[in-house]
T-cell receptor, first 117, second 111 residues
């Protein structure tokens, strides 16, 4: 149980275009999902907290107009990278907490490798 | 916000030896401390976690200790094996909400 999927796993886009990444909890409901970015050989950096039915909360220094987050259902959150540039190339990972769980654990998706050319 | 520091950044041990990775955190409200193992290009995998009401937790060859007063926690891996080679991350959180990760430790176990 507690499986999180991401789609796509890899995406290449041209500079200036937008890319949408989906994060789904497959066998549980998640009122809260989180988005992280990881540059090569670096740590996971929290970008934002996605709350079902409300606006996302962004970490300091993360541009909310550039990284649009939508959490329209209890099993799906999306991250849209708008007007992507090469410096946005990174590994994007989502995680989710089980709404019904007593654990503090977050379940991570497999990540999406974004390359902006 | 929370600031998590992790040391060392790289660690090489002989197979069978122990490995210790240390983390410190800054926010005294943090009460949940998971450790993750991540292989290249893969998702982080939870290997052990500890809550602040416990000082130590062990699961076979892996243990975590927590010192709330000093705001530091450590990962201990005994009898290391080559398959333990990976990058390890610590994290701190308040009740499982936002996770703030350490900078990572690249562990190499030499056969």
């Amino acid at each position: 149980g507690a499986v999180v999927s991401q789609h796509p796993s890899r995406v290449i886009c041209k500079s200036g275009t937008s890319v949408k990444i989906e994060c789904r909890s497959l066998d549980f409901q998640a009122t809260t999902m989180f988005w992280y970015r990881q540059f090569p050989k670096q740590s996971l950096m929290l970008m934002a907290t996605s709350n079902e039915g409300s606006k996302a909360t962004y970490e300091q220094g993360v541009e909310k107009d550039k990284f649009l987050i939508n959490h329209a259902s209890l099993t799906l959150s999306t991250l849209t990278v708008t007007s992507a540039h090469p410096e946005d190339s990174s590994f994007y990972i989502c995680s989710a907490r089980d709404r019904a769980g007593v654990s503090y654990e977050q379940y991570f998706g497999p990540g999406t490798r974004l390359t902006v050319t | 916000g929370e600031n998590v520091e992790q040391h060392p950044s790289t660690l090489s041990v002989q197979e069978g030896d122990s490995a210790v990775i240390k983390c410190t955190y800054s926010d005294s409200a943090s009460n949940y401390f998971p450790w993750y193992k991540q292989e290249l290009g893969k998702r982080p995998q939870l290997i052990i976690d500890i809550r602040s009401n416990v000082g130590e937790k062990k699961d076979q060859r892996i243990a975590v200790t927590l010192n709330k007063t000093a705001k530091h926690f450590s990962l201990h891996i005994t009898e290391t094996q080559p398959e333990d080679s990976a990058v390890y991350f610590c994290a701190a959180s308040i009740a499982g909400n936002q996770f703030y990760f350490g900078t990572g430790t690249s562990l190499t176990v030499i056969p």
